[in-house]
């Protein structure tokens, strides 16, 4: 049965981006009719290796789930649909993981997602003051910051115009100068964040005025 499993990264851990104190996204995805609630043994293995993962000194962000259930909460859920947009396979199974990377595919309507995170950014851009201005500006969530551009990386995979701002180059969208400035600017915003989590020894994405 466990031959049958694969354990996924999503979110940042999937697009290969962790930070510091990041999360550590991953979705353990069972063959379709496994049920862990079931089969207490299968529970018991799942929740042990979750365990062991905190034990070890990972922050574990965890999801237990079929591929018929990853679609069913990514159409009820924009931010599941994003986490999962970005998923890489670890170790497992592969022919599961194709399915769901498919079934995720034909599942994506690229104008609902859109509509979705631009609606999500302005609620975000809200809640953190509206302005790239800020005297404390959190250098991941502030108007700017590194999640505005990932939104636009995000939006462009759905719609299957690129992956990354060179793809979005290469097929006409931005300019290689704009990939160039886009680059150096997004790696900048990296390298604060990384420092702020190092300076904090915790999860801290304030540009504080300490």
């Not at 498919?102 to 509509?115: H, I, N, Q, T, Y």
């Not at 992956?163 to 600017?185: H, M, P, S, V």
């Amino acid at each position: 049965l466990f031959r049958s499993f694969a354990l996924v990264a999503v979110g940042g851990f999937g697009r290969g981006e962790l930070f510091p104190h990041s999360d550590v996204d991953v979705l353990v995805l069972l063959p379709d009719g496994c049920q862990p609630d079931a089969d207490a043994e299968l529970k018991a293995r799942i929740e042990g290796f979750i365990g062991a993962c905190w034990d070890l000194g990972l922050e574990i962000g965890s999801s237990v789930r079929t591929v018929d259930e990853c679609v069913a909460e990514a159409e009820k859920d924009v931010t599941v649909q994003t986490s999962l947009l970005e998923c890489r396979l670890i170790t497992g199974h592969r022919a599961g993981f194709n399915t769901l990377v498919r079934r995720l595919g034909e599942a994506m309507d690229p104008k609902a997602f859109f509509v979705a995170k631009t609606l999500e950014m302005r609620q975000r851009h809200t809640k953190y003051e509206d302005t790239p201005y800020a005297l404390e500006p959190n250098c991941k969530e502030s108007p700017g910051g590194l999640r505005d551009l990932q939104v636009v990386i995000w939006l462009a995979r759905a719609a299957r115009l690129g992956r990354n701002w060179n793809e979005l180059a290469k097929n006409g969208l931005l300019t290689a100068f704009e990939a160039r400035q886009l680059q150096r600017n997004e790696a900048l915003l990296k390298l604060i964040r990384t420092r702020l989590h190092q300076i904090a020894g915790r999860r801290e994405d304030r540009l504080i005025f300490d």
